[in-house]
């Protein structure tokens, strides 16, 4: 009933920029949280960066002052501007929303996640 597509990854070189976009569609009410993770092979699924309905951004220490999480509410879209990229921003990224759906309530949606390749 929820979808969430994400685009833009890709191969980057160290102190480059890439800019993540993620689109929901389907049966929505609303969405409270939108943000980003990302998973290393052989590593758990970690934060990036969160923004909740009206709130603030949230970021994980190690992307503060690179990253930049914004949201286009109209479109129910969240975005991640990476700068300064490095070898160990290097996952799979994936987007989260907390949506809203008609009957069933709130429930965690995932995209499908997008690679990023810091490399020379």
């Known amino acids: 009933q929820v979808q969430l597509v994400e685009s833009g990854g890709g191969l980057v070189q160290p102190g480059g920029s890439l800019r993540l976009s993620c689109a929901s569609s389907?049966?929505?009410?609303?969405?409270?949280?939108m943000g980003w993770y990302r998973q290393s092979p052989g590593k758990q699924r970690d934060l990036v960066a969160t923004?909740?309905?009206?709130?603030?951004?949230n970021y994980a220490d190690s992307v503060k002052g690179r990253f930049t999480i914004s949201r286009d509410y109209a479109k129910n879209t969240v975005y991640l501007q990476m700068n300064s990229l490095k070898p160990e921003d290097t996952a799979v990224y994936y987007c989260?929303?907390?949506?809203?759906?008609?009957?069933?309530?709130?429930?965690?949606?995932w995209g499908q996640g997008t690679l990023v390749t810091v490399s020379s």
């Open positions: 923004i909740a309905s009206g709130g603030s951004p």
């Open positions: 989260n929303a907390e949506v809203v759906i008609p009957i069933t309530g709130a429930v965690d949606a």
């Open positions: 389907g049966s929505i009410f609303s969405i409270y949280t």
